[in-house]
């Protein structure tokens, strides 16, 4: 087995929260993008309807 060193570990962390943090991002992103769409499809829906 080999040992990584203490600053390898530190590499490590900082790419896996570096990772997370975009991850977290991206998610948001996608989140207000599918609302937004959603708010669109409803809005459409009712000028359907309405017309």
Excluded: F
């Amino acid at each position: 087995m080999s040992k990584s060193s203490p600053q390898s570990e530190t590499v490590q962390t900082d790419k896996q929260e570096r990772l997370a943090k975009a991850l977290r991002e991206n998610l948001r992103k996608r989140k207000s993008q599918s609302r937004s769409r959603s708010a669109m499809d409803k809005d459409n829906q009712k000028g359907q309807q309405d017309g």
